[in-house]
């Protein structure tokens, strides 16, 4: 279901879901952050805008888990980018934001890049996030396919990426596959993963 409100509360959740992950000592864009309440107050700012977009999806109203998807004809309006920047000025000072910018310029093109390059369209999911309390419960698997259902309907791959291996083995368990990697220097990888549309031929490829 669509999120058009979201309390307070709930978006500083998510913001500490992700700020909180316990990447067991392999490197991560977590640490491209001077800290992990800047890394929050940037998932909090990316929520809001989503949300302005129209692009913030869960699985319930109990809210186990949220999901940020962009369609393929889907537009960012310019203004929604205010409170992304607002929590990036206000969350790291100019030698901060100047080394996470160089940060996150390293590495060359990744998938979206690519498969724009190409004109061919797209769901890209910006953002998936299980709270605390409801983790380990299946719930990923629950916003994900949201995800899948929707680019089965529209006919298009699903791409995402993420910045850990073991983040990107949940993905491939989920059903998604490996499309390439962009290393970070010290910051560790990111891994592109996509989704293909179900088809008739796939499925009786897969049947044999």
């Known amino acids: 279901m ?17 700020a909180c992950y316990d990447y067991k000592g392999e490197p991560g864009l977590i640490d491209a952050f001077p800290r992990r309440s800047a890394a929050a107050a940037f998932i909090c700012g990316y929520v809001r805008m989503a949300l ?4 913030l999806y869960t699985t319930s109203e109990q809210g186990e888990a949220y999901l940020a998807y962009k ?36 590495g060359g093109a990744g ?3 690519q498969l724009d390059r190409e004109r061919k369209p797209y769901l890209y999911v910006g953002l998936l996030c299980v709270p605390e309390p409801y ?22 791959p699903v791409i995402l990426d993420t910045d850990a291996r073991s983040k990107c083995e949940k993905y491939l368990h ?13 910051h560790g990888r990111l ?13 009786g490829r897969e049947s044999k």
């Open 2 to 18: 669509k999120v058009s409100a979201l309390e307070e509360s709930a978006i500083q959740s998510i913001g500490r879901a992700f």
């Open 52 to 55: 302005q977009n129209g692009m």
């Open 71 to 106: 369609l393929p004809s889907q537009k960012i309006r310019f203004r929604s980018v205010f409170p992304l920047a607002k929590a990036l000025f206000g969350s790291m000072n100019l030698k901060e934001l100047l080394h996470f910018a160089s940060v996150m310029s390293r």
């Open 111 to 113: 998938l979206r890049r």
């Open 135 to 156: 983790q380990r419960k299946g719930c990923m698997r629950k916003a994900l396919e949201l995800a899948f259902a929707e680019g089965k309907r529209l006919g298009v």
């Open 174 to 186: 989920l059903g998604m596959q490996l499309a390439g990697t962009r290393r970070f220097s010290s």
């Open 191 to 203: 891994y592109y993963l996509i989704k293909y549309p179900a088809c008739a031929g796939e499925k």
